[in-house]
Nanobody, 115 residues
């Protein structure tokens, strides 16, 4: 069983930055596709960014140029660097690891962008 633990959420002013981390237990992290999803109040959970085992990335259009996803397989940890944050980025952010047909999820970390 894989456990994912997120950290780094919090309250930030518009234009500020946060860095989310996701640490995985077990040995499959380096072979899986890691992603960050977010769910705003009253809305569906949606993909924000993904990084493949080989390092290729993709982003939803609304965060391109502002967010950067990365991973350190030696530490079983993935990251989401979020810059130029906007109020509409407010959501619970979830770490996801896809391994074969199985999805693993963290419990989420709240990001609030407000003045």
């Amino acid at each position: 069983q894989v456990q994912l633990v997120e950290s780094g959420g919090g309250l930030v002013q518009p234009g500020g930055s946060l860095r989310l981390s996701c640490t995985a237990s077990g040995s499959i992290f380096r072979s899986g596709i890691m992603g960050w999803y977010r769910q705003a109040p009253g809305k569906e959970r949606k993909l924000v960014a993904q990084i493949a085992a080989g390092g290729s990335t993709n982003y939803v259009d609304s965060v391109k140029g502002r967010f950067t996803i990365s991973r350190d397989n030696a530490k079983n940890t993935g990251y989401l660097q979020m810059n130029s944050l906007r109020p509409e980025d407010t959501a619970v952010y979830y770490c996801n690891l896809k391994y074969g047909t199985i999805d693993y999820w963290g419990e989420g970390t709240l990001v609030t962008v407000s003045s």
